[in-house]
């Protein structure tokens, strides 16, 4: 009891992450039911192997008359020494064989359901992370979520075999050898145990050392993995601002430190390792001092102290392991509880309770006095009402920082309003769930991420399952069939991460056919033009003109000639609608539109007669 308190208090988190798993562990229990009997059955063995030897010693290697306890040796009495010693070595390979095949069984047992547990929780996890809002996303670091991801899960799987499994075996063999030597000798037993407090004093202190460095030294290997990623992300920025060895010094300072840090958790552990040794020396000779004087009186017998001093070698094993491996199992709790936290990360955007499937929409959207806010402190859309007809196109322009991105972030529901709310046919976007309402809204942003797979594939995310017949019609919708068929593979081409093997306006191709593909009554284009040379841009604005046709379409551009055809323009500063109607109209109005369309087009002209 003493022994599984000191175990406890040392690893203090552990039981919150048991519990946390424990409805995916549960489903395991079979197969771990199974490995728990064979560790049963192991730690029964175990505790019979050094018997034969017993025996031996007792029953035929010395004379008679010594004062024998244990009814076995009285029940062999007759027997012929010869036969009492080949079945006692054949116990022997008996009982080490039985031994070697439940450890097997309990180990591999424990092994595959740590792997579907862990398999479980990873899955969880990732779908957790998938649907985490957008708010959190923006502020945490993908290096460190994919870290969570693999590293930490494949750690907890790790200790639980590795660490775990034998600190539970080795456990309950302590518990039945303090039991066997109690029984056989108690006085013996006593000084064998007198040492307990002692170890659990030096465990519970040195373990909680161990525990506190490595969780450092846990946040800071997130927290290199995350500038990593972002620095390989962002490579091409890195060497073009020739940052690599600002950030390569960096780097070495945290992979310095983590290194110290990891130096000083193996530190500690290795004198925990020698501290528990010397103290089990200590024991075993004091159980020997003591135990040749009982053997001398004749109150135990040579075969007993072989016992005993046997036990007591593997006995402090468990002491042995705890300390080698809490370290390792430190780290994992550690580890754990970086998954449970992100686990325990609700999503600000969500299904509201009652939130039903949304109905095909006619496209009518309407925002009434939205307000929003990234930070409470800095308000960026402040009480915005506007609406949109089925059909219609609505341009939203403005200065950059206005606010236009964040307006369509919250018709996509990637974070709900402060104030106000915005209704798609009548019905606030709240009441619908958020898989059906973003089913039915497609988007082409400014630079289109395309995933590593084909062009098939790229294009079918718009609509999973769709057939090769719909995309390619998408495709041609999109401009893009012609110079997707001149590709090596034609559709089956696989693209480079980011989708950097196509030019800009060809991705901006495929990301059109991806929306298209959707058959959304609603359309979103964030400045899809931008960044693309008068060719591509004249062949992406076509695509997104057959794209929009007959739907409500909300376009943010910062060139005003790519919209001014629109039913409807808005022009946003400082989160306010400043203005709003037709081309026409603002330019009677001669407000900021009117300057910001001269200036474009003056620069557009002296542009146009420089270059003639
Ligand atoms: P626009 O699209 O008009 O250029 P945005 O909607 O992108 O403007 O940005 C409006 C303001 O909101 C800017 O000041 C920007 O810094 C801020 N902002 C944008 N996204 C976030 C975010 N995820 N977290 C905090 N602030 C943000």
């Known amino acids: 009891m003493a022994k599984r308190k000191s ?61 024998i306890h244990g009814h076995n ?121 007198a040492i307990l407090p002692l170890f659990i004093f030096t465990t519970t202190t040195m373990s909680k050392k161990i525990h506190k460095v490595a969780r ?39 992979n310095r430190k983590s290194l110290k840090e990891s130096a000083e958790t193996q530190r500690l552990r290795a004198g925990q390792e020698r501290l528990v040794e010397s103290l089990v020396v200590i024991v075993q000779a004091l159980v020997l001092w003591r135990g040749v004087q009982l053997v001398l009186a004749g109150n135990a017998t040579p075969g007993d102290l072989l016992v005993f001093l046997t036990y007591l070698k593997v006995a402090f094993k468990p002491m042995r392991q705890l300390a080698k491996y809490t370290g390792q199992i430190a780290k994992a709790i550690a580890s754990g509880e970086r998954v449970i936290a992100l686990l325990d990360t609700v999503p600000d955007v969500r299904d509201l309770k009652g939130a039903r499937s949304a109905p095909a929409f006619r ?40 606010g236009k991105s964040t307006l369509i972030s919250l018709l996509l529901r990637f974070y709900d309003p402060i104030e106000g709310g915005v209704q798609i046919d009548g019905h606030d976007l709240r009441a619908y769930t958020l898989a059906s309402l973003r089913q039915q809204i497609s988007i082409v942003l400014q630079d289109s991420v395309l995933f590593a797979t084909s062009v098939r594939d790229n294009i079918a995310y718009g609509a999973l ?23 090596p593979q034609g559709y089956d081409t696989i693209l ?23 058959k959304a009554p609603i359309i979103i284009l964030d400045e899809p033009t931008s960044g693309l040379d008068s060719t591509s841009a004249a062949l992406v604005s076509d695509a997104l003109n057959r794209l929009t046709q007959g739907k409500t379409s909300f376009w943010i551009s910062h060139h005003l000639s790519t919209v001014q055809h629109a039913d409807q323009i808005l022009y946003i500063e400082q989160g306010r609608i400043l203005e709003r109607g037709t081309h026409d109209q603002l330019m009677v109005e001669a ?22």
Not at 31 to 43: C, I, K, R
Not at 127 to 142: C, D, P
């Open 363 to 402: 496209g009518d959207v309407h925002c009434q006095g939205v307000t929003f806010a990234y930070d409470p402190a800095k308000g960026i859309l402040r009480n915005l009402t506007f609406a949109a007809k089925p059909g219609e196109q609505v341009a939203i322009v403005g200065p950059s920082g206005g």
């Open 591 to 612: 407000g900021r539109y009117a300057q910001m369309y001269h200036l474009q087009s003056g620069r557009y002209l002296s542009e146009k007669s420089y270059a003639n």
């Open 7 to 67: 175990f406890r208090s040392s690893l203090p988190s552990l039981k919150p992450i048991a519990q946390r798993f424990w409805p995916h562990i549960r489903k395991q229990s079979r197969l771990l039911t199974g490995a728990f009997f064979a560790l049963l059955a192991e730690t029964g063995l175990r505790l019979l192997e050094p018997w034969p030897l017993k025996l031996m010693f007792d029953r035929v290697i010395l004379p008679a008359g010594f004062n």
């Open 216 to 254: 450092t030294q846990r946040q800071r290997e997130g927290a290199m993995a995350a500038s990593a990623a972002e620095a390989i992300g962002a490579i091409k920025v890195v060497q073009a601002l020739s940052l690599q060895d600002f950030l390569g010094q960096t780097f070495a300072k945290n």
């Open 465 to 487: 399952g769709a057939s090769d017949a719909e995309v390619e019609a998408a495709a041609r919708l999109a401009n893009a069939h012609d110079f997707i068929m001149e590709l």
């Open 496 to 518: 480079g991460e980011r989708g950097a093997t196509l030019s800009g306006g060809q991705r901006q191709r495929v990301a059109i056919a991806r929306a298209a593909i959707r």
């Open 73 to 193: 040796i009285e029940a062999l009495a007759n027997v012929s020494p010869i036969l009492v010693l080949t079945i006692l070595s054949a116990a022997l390979i008996v009982i080490a064989t039985g031994r070697g095949a439940a450890a097997y069984l309990s180990t591999v047992g424990m092994a595959v359901a740590a792997t579907h547990v862990m398999a479980d929780i990873r899955g969880q996890l990732y779908n957790h992370i998938q649907a985490l809002s957008l708010s959190f996303h923006s502020q945490a670091k993908s290096g460190d979520l994919i870290t969570r991801v693999t590293y930490d899960i494949e750690r907890l799987r790790e200790v639980t075999v590795v660490a775990a499994l034998p600190l539970v075996t080795h456990f309950l063999t302590l518990i039945g050898m303090v039991g066997v030597m109690f029984w056989l000798n108690w006085e013996l037993a006593l000084i064998a145990i």
